[in-house]
């Protein structure tokens, strides 16, 4: 018999280039002409043929109960329209699923956009707007052959939803 899962809070902190490391890497704008540095998005999109497209997602609301993470590339994603948005992420990890303890959340302006480094459990994007638009790099093959994802009501007996820090 299948139990109803437990919907369990998680507040969502402003992303800077500090508190989301450990996931990948904040991006911003910069001046034309700036020579490439490690501020920039470290890609590793070597394994198959680069993809980038935009995806348009509708009534994503604020909850959630599986992860996802891809092994064999970084991916890129951001809003457009400047639209701000909602990210869950753990660090990468050699087991099946992410420690619960490690899941967090983060607000993300439409200003900048992340990259996931390789393993990074995610789940998002989220937000409360009827659509929103994504740029997406991934690699073309990234949603068949590199996307394992954890049912986390299956694993832990819960859904999450994100609350955003005032």
């Not at 959340?105 to 439409?110: C, D, E, K, L, S």
């Not at 707007?129 to 997406?136: L, P, S, T």
Request: aromatic residues 10%; contains cysteine; glycine residues 6%.
């Amino acid at each position: 018999m299948n139990s109803v899962p437990t919907l369990h809070s998680i507040s969502a902190n402003p992303v800077n280039s500090e508190n989301f490391e450990p996931y990948g890497q904040v991006i911003v704008a910069s001046e034309d002409g700036k020579p490439f540095n490690s501020e920039e998005a470290q890609l590793q999109l070597d394994q198959g043929t680069p993809r980038f497209y935009i995806m348009r997602l509708r009534d994503r609301g604020l909850q959630f109960s599986r992860m996802t993470r891809h092994q064999h590339c970084t991916q890129c994603l951001g809003s457009l329209e400047g639209k701000d948005w909602l990210l869950a992420v753990a660090p990468p990890s050699p087991t099946a699923q992410p420690r619960l303890e490690d899941i967090v959340a983060f607000h993300i302006p439409g200003t900048c956009f992340v990259k996931l480094s390789l393993g990074t459990w995610h789940a998002g994007p989220y937000f409360t707007h009827a659509k929103v638009d994504f740029y997406n790099l991934e690699l073309a093959d990234t949603n068949i052959i590199d996307h394992e994802t954890c049912n986390l009501s299956e694993v832990y007996g819960l859904s999450l939803t994100i609350t955003t820090v005032a």
